[in-house]
């Protein structure tokens, strides 16, 4: 499917027409007649965004949402090519990959929008009141329990490196991670990885290579693949996805990293010119709104800004208060993520590390 998209993008058609057909969209209509329409772009799963979303309807009866999802790399090409034609893309833009929302952002892509909710909203997870982050989501390890013994269970990035290094032919090809030239969050939380230690991210890349690490688009992918014992261990996954698999899979374990663990907050931007701005401003006040963070924390993402981790997740006794917490700062410095060259070497190192050692293990799908 993505390879379809991206060559009809090649060949010159525009990114409106090449992705058009690769959403799933969803419509959730009004409880009273003659409602309005909020439409949504976004790179949520459904399964995680439909609590909030019924949520809202019960407040706001009269909105129907229009809601499309795609894969992050997608809707960020689609973003930048209804911004460049100046056509405003739907009335909010939900995305993980909030470095290609601050982009867009700085590209003169947003609106701003400034509400007593968006006032709550931590320092570090609000751009020029253009992208405000929404969730807490900690990167984190998944493994399945039937596959890998309690003993050998990593709890920092550095074993996990020892540990595919000493048990290299039972691990080998039973590794699962993202494809950074695929997945925006991929190349986003890998980026941030080399960030935090040089050393510790080239050994554990070293290690995965040698594991023939498998790489998907996707983090359902890759837990789909944990929880049936295809692949015994899946790196950099979302929390929240994580969590929420665990808890219909109970083979799976959830691990908070111990030495230090990223943390997303998911973007929220209202796109410059909308057609009903109002409804997205509304949509995402929610969003913020204790009402709103509540519904998150039981239904939806389930880890919060207080650091304390859901029911049988294997980490420190609270994320923040144990100062191992790394959150992806939405600023400035996401800009550098971005950077077409910048970019282009990172990806191009990482493929030499991954990729090109181990070709017949990966794919791109």
Partial sequence: MIQVSFALLMVGLTAAQALAAESNKTLFPAVQPGASTLTVYSTTDLAAIKPLIEDFQKSSPD?????????TNELNALASEAC??????????????????????????????????????????????????????????????SKVPPAEVPRTHVELADLLRERLNY????????????????????????????????????????????ARCCTGEILDEVAKGNLYIGYNMLGSYAYDAAQRHPELGVVVPRDYTLVLSRGALIPKGAQRSDLGA?????????????????NAFY???????????????????????????????????????QRQRFIEDWSQSLIELNSPAWTRE
């Fill in 63 to 71: 909105v129907s949402i229009d809601y499309n999802e795609y894969l």
């Fill in 84 to 145: 460049r034609k100046q056509e405003p893309l739907g009335d909010l833009l939900l995305s993980s990959s909030v470095d290609q929302l601050l982009k867009l952002a700085n590209d003169g892509c947003a609106a701003a929008h400034t509400s007593p909710e968006t006032l709550r909203v931590a320092e570090w997870a609000n751009w020029r009141d253009e992208v405000f982050g929404f969730t807490y989501e900690p990167a984190v390890f998944v493994y399945n329990r």
């Fill in 171 to 214: 691990y080998r090809g039973r590794v699962g991670t993202y494809d950074i030239r695929l997945s925006g969050i991929g190349y986003l939380l890998a980026f941030n990885d080399a960030r935090q230690t040089t050393t510790v991210f080239g050994r554990l890349l070293e290690s995965m290579a040698r594991a023939s690490a498998v």
């Fill in 282 to 298: 509304r949509f995402l006040d929610y969003l913020l709104s204790e009402r709103g963070q509540s519904v998150a924390r039981t």
């Fill in 303 to 341: 880890f919060t800004e207080s650091g304390e981790l859901p029911p049988g997740v294997d980490g420190p006794q609270n994320l923040k208060e144990s100062g191992v917490a790394q959150p992806i700062r939405i600023g400035p410095a996401l800009l550098a993520v971005q950077d077409r060259a």
